[in-house]
């Protein structure tokens, strides 16, 4: 009896040895596949809430996980930057003609009414850093070969402390993310639906995000004329760029 | 008939004592039934006037969609008029007989980016012409203003709410920087500087709120021509019914909704039941005072038993009986009833001068005004006079009617 128990704690040591491995490698070549040295992008957001469309185009640069800058060129939002320098946010809005700072629970708001949260659009660190993942199970999602992994968020300070999320087999692509509150509670849902090769990697270029505390809304993300690993001045990180 | 009406006199007067204790808790209970009519009345007139001024109007114009989502302010939802503006449509209805002023109003939330209070909301008014005619403070009867000035339509100015600026430690010249979700779904990022501070004696509004002026507001959340809400004021609200039929087939819009007050959520969600919670309370005291009034009267009913046995016995029939006690009992209650009237109408009209401080007796903040003024009405002194001048008589009837039957040896041997 006691060497079958023996037999089976081994077993099981094994066994979440050979799937946490397993797991942490997924991750990590999700990471590799979504995050970059630096980036430059046209992207496009599109606001749909209850019927009406909103569409905000813009001009983005990020460097490191530190350093972001986008300016929006659609007509209404027009002139309207902001600026990620040391892990700072902020934002110049045109009709005051005033750089103002985004901290604390600002953060974690709506950017531009949006389904995504300002650090939703300005994050790139690596899942890897910030999560501890477990394969769920290996199932089958819109015709792919996917595992589905749990990740629990490292820090409690992470925005969300639990996510699931559907990697593709064959690209580590995460095609389909739930992200999760502290009580359980599912908030958002984000799908990707276009990856595009950029180089070694398989990279998400349409990804639709959904605020499931807001009824009837969604936020397509689209990155268009996409350079990854591209020399970016570091003046354009600066504030002064950001008045100009 | 007229020697037992001389009877019953005599015998008010025979036991002084009685007679005095029995109009003392007639008139106890009816000044107390007028106080209490007055004083909930009061709250329920406070509570519509304050509804009305900052939250429906006489009548209330917005889209449908809006309404839909009113709980999230949101400024995607602005009225339009076919073939007309703003400023045109606001002509047109002010021309309707019957309408006072005519308000085009913003309301939404804000994030604060400066101070530890995270979350306000912004209300854009034409703060200067709204109070024109109106006080928004009920208690001191004036605008509300207690400090500094009316903002600057051109400039980046507001008032703030005086519970709102201790909150968030401001005060005049102080500045707040904010961010709205405009109509088209961008941030809106601004600084407001504080030119004054607002005491609306209305805790939710004191306590939250910080006033624009309407056109600033209206260009920064990119509403160009256009509003959020409209108010309607009516010179008489009982016309109010009228004076919306007449806008809605003006607006000829079906996805502008035209409000009557009492259909507004708003009413229905605060005032309604709030009116129901007064006539809950109103009864309750009802009960109370019919109580003493009844408790008082039964007992100096079966204290005198025994008399009634001996003038039974001395030959006065059963119905001459209850006639004298009915006849007693009428005038103890007309002049407990009297008394009761006037002391509880003198002490209603002199209250409803001087507010009710409700923050201070409960120890709490309420949703509408912290004050109330207790309401004199003739009319509500009269109502409540007469039953229970009803409740003391019939107290009267009904055991001298059961004791007037007994046998008179019974009643002597009681």
């Given amino acids: 009896m006691k060497k079958l128990f023996t037999v089976f704690l081994m077993l099981s040591f094994l066994s979440m040895y050979f799937y946490g491995q397993d797991a942490v490698s997924i991750v990590r070549k999700v990471d590799r596949n979504e995050i970059y040295d630096s980036i430059k992008y ?31 060129i659609n007509q209404d939002d027009a002139g309207t930057k902001y600026l990620k320098k040391d892990g700072n946010l902020y934002v110049y809005s045109p009709d005051t003609e005033e750089v103002i700072p985004i901290t604390g629970h600002m953060l974690k708001e709506s950017m531009m009414g949006s389904d995504m949260s300002y650090e939703d659009t300005i994050s790139n660190d690596t899942l890897e850093s910030r999560y501890t993942p477990t394969i769920v199970e290996e199932t089958k999602m819109d015709g792919k070969d996917v595992w589905v992994l749990e990740l629990i968020a490292k820090k409690k300070t992470e925005s969300y402390p639990k996510q699931k999320m559907w ?11 739930e992200l999760f509150a502290l009580s359980g509670a599912k908030l958002k849902e984000q799908t990707v639906t276009e990856v595009k090769k950029i180089g070694e990697r398989y990279f998400p270029t349409i990804v639709i995000m959904k605020d499931l505390l807001r009824k009837n809304s969604q936020t397509t993300f689209k990155m268009n004329k996409i350079e990854i690993d591209v020399n970016i001045p570091e003046n354009t990180f600066s504030l002064r760029n950001l008045e100009k | 008939m007229t020697e037992l009406i001389k009877i019953a006199i005599r015998n008010i007067f025979r036991n002084k004592r009685r007679s005095l204790f029995c109009i003392a808790a007639i008139f106890v209970a009816v000044s107390f039934i007028v106080f209490i009519k007055g004083m909930t ?11 009305k001024n900052f939250e429906v109007g006489d009548i209330a114009i917005y889209h449908k969609d809006f309404e839909k989502k009113k709980v999230l302010l949101p ?36 994030s604060v980016t400066n101070n530890f209070v995270k979350h306000i909301i912004i209300w854009g008014i034409d703060f200067e012409n709204e109070t024109k005619n109106k006080n928004f403070n009920l208690k001191t009867k004036s605008n509300g203003l207690i400090e500094g000035n009316i903002p600057d339509s051109n400039k980046n100015e507001c008032l703030i709410g005086v519970r709102l600026a201790k909150k968030m430690n401001l005060k005049i010249g102080d500045k707040i920087i904010s961010k709205i979700i405009s109509s088209q779904f961008s941030d809106k990022f601004f600084e407001l500087k504080i030119t004054g501070i607002f005491d609306f004696d209305c805790g939710h509004i004191d306590s939250n709120y910080i006033i624009m002026p309407f056109s600033r507001l209206q260009k920064i959340g990119v509403l160009l021509n256009k509003t959020q809400t409209l108010y309607i004021f009516t010179k008489n609200p009982k016309n109010s019914y009228k004076i919306k039929e007449i806008v809605q087939k003006l607006i000829n819009n079906p996805n502008i909704i035209v409000r009557n007050w009492e259909e507004s959520p708003e009413y229905l969600a605060n005032v309604k039941t709030n009116r129901i919670l007064m006539q809950i309370i109103y009864i309750v005291f009802i009960v109370i005072a019919s109580l003493l009034i009844i408790n008082t ?118």
């Fill in chain 2, 75 to 110: 400024l995607q939802y602005p009225i339009e008029f076919e073939n007309k503006n703003l400023t045109d449509i606001i002509e047109d209805i002010k021309k309707i007989d019957g309408v006072s002023d005519v308000f085009p109003r913003i309301l939404t939330h804000s």
């Fill in chain 1, 42 to 72: 046209e992207g496009e957001m599109i606001i749909e809430l209850s019927g009406k469309k909103y569409v905000k185009t813009f001009y983005s640069y990020s460097k490191g996980t530190k350093n972001f800058f986008a300016e929006f």
């Fill in chain 2, 41 to 51: 009345e009061g709250m329920y007139g406070n509570f519509e006037t304050i509804i």
């Fill in chain 1, 167 to 177: 990697v593709t087999k064959d690209t580590f692509n995460a095609i389909k993310v």
């Fill in chain 2, 297 to 414: 009267v039964l007992m100096a009913i079966y204290e005198r038993i025994r008399e009634i046995g001996i003038i039974g016995s001395l030959g006065m029939t059963s119905k001459e009986i209850v006639f004298l006690f009915f006849f007693e009992g009428l005038v103890l209650s007309l002049i407990g009833g009297f008394l009761g009237m006037l002391i509880g109408g003198i002490s209603t009209f002199v209250l409803s001068f001087f507010p009710v401080d409700l923050e201070k007796m409960i120890g709490g903040v309420s949703f509408a005004s912290n004050t109330i003024f207790v309401k004199f009405s003739p009319i509500d002194i009269l109502y409540s006079g007469f039953y229970s001048i009803l409740i003391s008589t019939l107290c009267i009837i009904l055991p001298s009617l059961k004791v007037a039957f007994i046998n008179p040896i019974n009643c002597l041997r009681k």
